[in-house]
């Protein structure tokens, strides 16, 4: 039975995405100006509960503006995660820091376990500044991603950086929507725990504005300095005077049109979400040697990615990815350890030993917001023919 490509994340459109978009364009407010991007800015903000948020061009962006007001900059050092997209460390290059790999739980989410032994085992704290016995350098911030959805685990995280004086990233840029239902932080939303929280809208993200990102913060007078440093430092509104390096991090209007039109059916996407998650956990968790990786229970998570482990399956990634592909099924491996690559191999690292064994055992499956159960159904019965 034949049946058409099945991607794994596409842009849904169903909502007001060509109105507003159209109406940016008659306006003619495509670039910075125009009334989307404080909309947009505002509706993210009330949705995750802050006072502010700082729309950006990416969310790549946003990470950077987010490590230049945390402070980090040349000398620094950053505990990263290994096992996570390249956009959450290569701002750490940017800001001219060094990246410090640490291993994963088992939710892909940075260990704070491993983060905590590096602190003691490997620094000493100085005048209240964290410094690397190895290196000499300070150890400054921990960037936390919220792997597919999953949020870190805060409070061990928050707990750690007030013990060793060290900002809290947080790389929410998969996450929009994510929130605590349990413990110290109920209520909050992945983003808004940490110093600084950042988001992404590019195409394969939750929901999307094309490209774009955004930045909260939980120090106001770092969301401005956030801003203006996006706006080229502009310090003057008519002069054309700038107080420091600026950069050119604005979102445009036209973005922020699509944006505010995703903003009205995110919701609405995390239960489709949810629902095709609960589909393929009845559908393949436990059989053929399969799991399906579980998010967090004391949390409500947007679901974002789907996690097929071959646990206990002769197959590997590739043989799953060729075999899906063969009957029109976009799967993809995650992501190789990026302590691994090219620019990052010198760098300095925990044991890697978790991250080494999902990186060779977990393939994402497809899970866009207009997936129907009809497609998840096709997915999971040819999953579960490749893998017999
Ligand atoms: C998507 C993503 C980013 C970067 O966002 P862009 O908007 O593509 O620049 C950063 N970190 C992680 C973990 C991501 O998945």
């Known amino acids: 039975m034949s049946h058409p490509f099945i991607p794994l994340s596409v842009p849904n459109f169903e909502g007001n995405e060509e109105k507003y978009v159209n109406d940016a364009v008659k306006s003619t407010w495509v670039s910075t100006g125009g009334g989307y991007v404080t909309k947009f800015e505002e ?3 009330a949705y995750v509960k ?4 700082v729309a950006t061009a990416s969310g790549t962006a946003a990470l950077h503006l987010a490590l230049i007001i945390s402070g980090v900059g040349a000398g620094h050092e950053v505990l990263v995660p290994a096992l996570t997209f390249i956009a959450a460390v290569n701002p750490v ?3 001219n820091a060094q990246p410090i790999f640490v291993d994963c739980d088992d939710y892909l989410c940075i260990d704070p376990v491993k983060v905590k032994e590096f602190l003691q085992t490997n620094c000493q704290i100085v005048d209240g500044k964290t410094i690397n016995k190895t290196t000499g350098a300070q150890v400054k911030a921990i960037m936390a991603v919220h792997v ?3 949020l870190c ?3 061990a995280l928050m707990d750690i950086a007030k013990e060793y004086n060290l900002i809290l990233i947080e790389d929410a840029t998969e996450a929009l929507g994510t929130y605590c239902k349990e413990g110290r932080y109920a209520g909050k939303f992945a983003g808004t725990i940490g110093d600084v929280g950042c988001y992404s809208f590019n195409g394969n993200k939750i929901i999307t504005t094309g490209g774009g990102g955004m930045l909260v913060s939980n120090h106001d007078d770092w969301a401005a300095h956030a801003k203006h440093l996006s706006t080229q430092a502009k310090s003057d509104e008519v002069r054309f005077y700038h107080d ?3 950069y050119n991090y604005r979102m445009t209007n036209l973005q ?4 505010v039109a995703q903003m009205e059916c995110l919701e609405k996407f995390i239960s489709v979400k949810e629902r095709n998650y609960d589909y393929y956990v009845k559908a393949i968790h436990g059989k053929n040697g399969l799991e399906i990786l579980p998010f967090r229970s004391d949390t409500r998570s947007n679901k974002w990615f789907y996690s097929v482990l071959l646990k206990d399956c002769e197959k590997s990634t590739d043989d799953i990815l060729k075999g899906m592909s063969e009957d029109k099924i976009q799967t993809r491996p995650i992501w190789a350890l990026i302590s691994d690559l090219e620019p990052y191999r010198d760098c300095q690292r925990t044991s890697l030993s978790n991250a080494n064994y999902y990186f060779k055992r977990v393939v994402n499956i497809p899970c866009t917001t207009n997936l129907t159960l009809e497609d998840a159904k096709i997915v999971a019965d040819r999953l579960l023919k490749i893998t017999k």
């Open 256 to 259: 922020a049109a699509l944006g």
């Open 153 to 155: 685990q805060m409070e």
């Open 93 to 95: 290059k940017y800001a």
């Open 244 to 246: 420091e390096i600026g």
């Open 50 to 53: 802050m006072p502010r948020a």
């Open 148 to 150: 597919f959805g999953n």
């Open 43 to 45: 509706d993210i903000a």
